[in-house]
């Protein structure tokens, strides 16, 4: 068993930075693969960035050159620097985890085995 637990979210401008942290405890060697996820209201979750236990990221092209996922093994904690935020970055952002090294999709909400409770981002126009 593994807790998530996101940081960070909050209320920018548009063209603004926030970095959104996910702090992990209980059974850390369960989070090999960790992701972020997002839900704006009204819409399905959305796949955001993910990072593979040897740091390896994977992201959406929508955040591709404005977002960067990164993870201290030390600290149990992945982060999500955002910079250059758009009015369509506003959402809930969930962190996620799972045990597998390698998953089907990266990308696949359904993949992840845990989850966190959300952190609001809001970008104002």
């Known amino acids: 068993q593994v807790q998530l637990v996101e940081s960070g979210g909050g209320l920018v401008q548009t063209g603004g930075s926030l970095r959104l942290s996910c702090a992990a405890s209980?059974?850390?060697?369960?989070?090999?693969?960790m992701g972020w996820f997002r839900r704006a209201p009204g819409q399905e979750r959305e796949f955001v960035a993910a990072?593979?236990?040897?740091?390896?990221?994977y992201y959406a092209d929508s955040v591709k050159g404005r977002f960067t996922i990164s993870r201290d093994n030390a600290k149990s904690t992945v982060y999500l620097q955002m910079n250059n935020l758009k009015p369509e970055d506003t959402a809930i952002y969930y962190c996620?985890?799972?045990?597998?090294?390698?998953?089907?999709?990266?990308?696949?909400?359904?993949?992840?085995?845990?989850w966190g409770q959300g952190t609001q981002v809001t970008v104002s126009s």
């Open positions: 996620a985890a799972d045990p597998r090294r390698t998953l089907c999709s990266l990308s696949v909400a359904s993949e992840y085995g845990y």
């Open positions: 209980g059974r850390t060697f369960s989070t090999n693969t």
């Open positions: 990072i593979r236990w040897n740091g390896s990221p």
